[in-house]
Each structure stands twice: as C-alpha cells, then as structure tokens.
C-alpha cells in the first residue's frame, strides 16, 4: 500500500494523506483480522481537523474511515477526537509519550487540499485497499 501511496503521490501531492492514511488503516485491519482483534484506535484529533493542511482528520473522511473499517468487523475508536491541543498534549505528558509533535515535518506538511479532489481520490483508491486486503488474506 505504501507503494500505491508514493505512486499517486508522484501524479499529485494534493492526496498524500489520504494515501497514507488509507495504507496504515490498510496494514492495521490485516494485523487485527490476523490475530481476531475487533478493535483499533487512531489519534486523530478534532482540533487538526479544523485546518485544511490536515484532510485526513475531518469529520466526513473520519467517518468515511469508520465506515471502512467496519466492514471488517472492527471497531474504530478516536478517543482525543473531541480534545483541545491543550487536552491531548496534557493526556500524552501524564502518560509518558512525547508531546513533540510531527506535525508539518513530512514532506507535504502544511499544504492546504482541495477537499473534492481528495474525496475523489479516496472513493477511486477504496477497490484497491479493499482488493489488496482480499489478496492478503488468501
């Protein structure tokens, strides 16, 4: 999947996340159906959502994903979704795990998206998550 990723990503920069986002969910739904767990959580967070430069974190492409994995039989949990970045980076200090960010440090960070061309995008690279999750399985 992160073949099909860098692959778009040469036509147009404008989909990088999604493809990423599709090709991590991609390996988590083989990993859980591999082991029969029902279960995944992503770190996504409302307060991200609210800026172009992070499509993949909206509440539609949010929801898109939930409707995705679920398919699976798998649950999808966004446990900080409704948390300010106050919130998140207290959660993640009390808890340990770093609170320096990653954000903008990928090669497209900070590029807004046009959020119809990325929706289409999604819906066109959907038959091929969903028939290299097929193939996998075999």
Request: proline share 2%; charged share 25%; aromatic share 8%.
């Amino acid at each position: 999947m992160r073949k099909l990723a860098i692959e778009k990503t040469n036509e147009t920069h404008v989909v990088y996340p999604i493809a990423l986002a599709l090709a991590v969910h991609v390996d988590a739904i083989l990993y859980c159906m591999k082991r029969d767990i029902k279960h995944i959580a992503c770190g996504y967070s409302g307060y991200q959502a609210t800026r172009d430069i992070y499509i993949e974190q909206r509440e539609d492409f949010l929801l898109l994903m939930k409707e995705f994995v679920g398919e699976y039989g798998i649950e999808y949990h966004t446990p900080v979704i409704k948390k300010t970045k106050h919130e998140v980076m207290d959660i993640l200090e009390r808890h340990g795990v770093s609170s320096n960010s990653l954000e903008n440090k990928s090669i497209f960070g900070g590029i807004s998206f046009n959020v119809e061309h990325a929706l289409s995008y999604r819906n066109r690279s959907l038959p091929i998550c969903k028939g290299h999750i097929e193939l996998m399985r075999a």
